[in-house]
């Protein structure tokens, strides 16, 4: 059985620090893996998907995620936060065959001023 | 491209009336379409997937007969709750997957209907 554990449920930093947000995955097959984001009262937009090409997956609005089989992890990462990247981001594994998501937890990530 | 649109985004109803939500994929034609609910602060959670032509397949625990799910075309997919009471109030989500193999393990999500009865 698949699934993903968001290691932190909130996440708060400075605007223009880095910003990492972890995951990890269980999986018996080469997974694929997702990033969402979600702002308030809004569907979620993806972010980026690794689907065994690349291990270092760039997204937009200058997010990227490193997939490390050895570690069993998909951590998000920005070089420097901006005060708009404050929302809930959604790791996510699609179950093969059925394409069904298995969501995370979720992690709040506030970005202070 | 992917643009998934729901409607309405936020419907208020009477306890005992029937609500229908649309989710439509509108630049692309949807193989499948799975329907979220989602509580505050909380993950989303499948409660159905739906193949145009055919019968959704509800998740253990969703009652069929409440939330009926509709899939008339490869652009449009319908969640009726029947009967709706206040703890069916919560945050409806359709997402939507393109045709063609490699490309199903995409979901695109609409923007979601807030559900409120009173």
């Known amino acids: 059985a698949q699934s993903v554990t968001q290691l932190d449920s909130h996440v708060s930093v400075s605007e223009g620090t880095p910003v990492l947000l972890r995951c990890n995955y269980s999986?018996?097959?080469?997974?694929?893996l997702f990033w969402y984001v979600q702002h308030p009262n809004k569907g979620l937009q993806l972010l980026l998907k690794?689907?065994?090409?690349?291990?270092l997956v760039k997204g937009i609005n200058g997010f990227e995620a490193e997939f490390k089989k050895s570690e069993t992890s998909f951590h998000l990462t920005k070089p420097s936060a901006h005060m708009s990247d404050a929302a809930e981001y959604f790791c996510?594994?699609?179950?093969?065959?059925?394409?069904?998501?298995?969501f995370g937890t979720g992690t709040r990530l506030k970005v202070l001023a | 491209g992917a643009v998934v649109s729901q409607h309405p985004s936020r419907v208020i109803c009477k306890s005992g009336t029937s609500v229908k939500i649309e989710c439509r994929s509108l630049?692309?034609?949807?193989?499948?379409m799975f329907w979220y609910r989602q509580f505050p602060k909380q993950s989303l959670m499948l409660m159905a997937t739906?193949?145009?032509?055919?019968?959704?397949?509800?998740e253990q625990g969703v009652e069929k007969d409440k939330f009926l799910i509709n899939h008339a075309s490869l652009t449009l997919s319908t969640l009726t709750v029947t009967s709706a009471h206040p703890e069916d109030s919560s945050f409806y989500i359709c997402?939507?997957?393109?045709?063609?193999?490699?490309?199903?393990?995409?979901?695109?999500f609409g923007p979601g209907t807030r559900l409120l009865v009173l």
């Open positions: 997402s939507a997957t393109r045709q063609g193999a490699s490309l199903q393990e995409t979901q695109y």
């Open positions: 999986s018996s097959y080469s997974p694929s």
């Open positions: 690794y689907t065994s090409a690349a291990t």
């Open positions: 996510v594994v699609s179950d093969q065959g059925t394409y069904k998501y298995i």
């Open positions: 630049d692309f034609q949807a193989t499948t």
């Open positions: 739906s193949n145009e032509g055919s019968k959704a397949t509800y």
